[in-house]
């Protein structure tokens, strides 16, 4: 019999989890997560209602939460290609010298099709968490995902070791479910 029925409050994996054990994919810009060296599930937080009472007010679980942002660290490419990329999928977004910029990003070509190509502003993302043997063991599923932050670049000439770049992306997003390795609820 195995132990986990006969002692149903043991844990059956004894194995912790690595931080190093995952990778990432980003439908839109595969290229930009391809070297990704660091990511996070963000924090969750339930809002809070307060019942007044004559003695004390109390806190009563609210109804909406609020998801932290996603943030990614990768390693710049020698082309800047997974720099380029969410570079320029910011800059479309924000259109800052014309809105041809954003009209490039989605491939617009008349404003009839337009309403349809706002949603390739979007991207899911995926972030695989992956177990002591690199298998699979849970997936971080993000919807609609945008970037809202790129971190600087910065060239320095004075410098004795090599650091190669490493920049940081923040990313808004609706919503994030963990499932399991098969893509189902955990």
């Known amino acids: 019999m195995p132990a986990s029925r006969s ?23 595969p290229k930009a997560a391809f070297f990704c060296n660091s990511a996070r599930i963000p924090e969750i937080t339930l809002s809070t209602i307060t019942q007044p009472t004559y003695l004390k007010d109390i806190d009563v679980p609210g109804d909406k939460l609020t998801y932290g942002d996603l943030s990614l660290r990768f390693l710049v490419d020698e082309n800047m290609e997974n720099y380029m990329a969410i570079h320029n999928w910011l800059t479309g977004i924000g259109f800052p010298e014309t809105t041809q910029d954003f009209r490039d ?12 190509n706002v949603l390739q502003v979007f991207s899911d993302g995926s972030l695989y968490i992956l177990n002591s043997n690199y298998k699979t063991t849970a997936i971080v599923k993000f919807k609609d995902l ?16 090599i650091q190669y770049f490493t920049a940081e992306a923040s990313f ?5 479910n963990i499932l399991g390795p098969t893509g189902t609820s955990l």
């Open 7 to 29: 002692f149903p409050n043991q844990i059956d994996n004894r194995n912790f989890l690595s931080p190093v054990g995952f990778k990432f994919s980003l439908a839109k810009e």
């Open 105 to 116: 990003l989605v491939d617009i070509e008349d404003d009839a099709t337009q309403k349809d």
């Open 146 to 161: 945008f970037p809202t932050t790129l971190t600087s670049l910065e060239f320095d000439s004075t410098a004795t070791d």
């Open 172 to 176: 808004k997003y609706t919503v994030y």
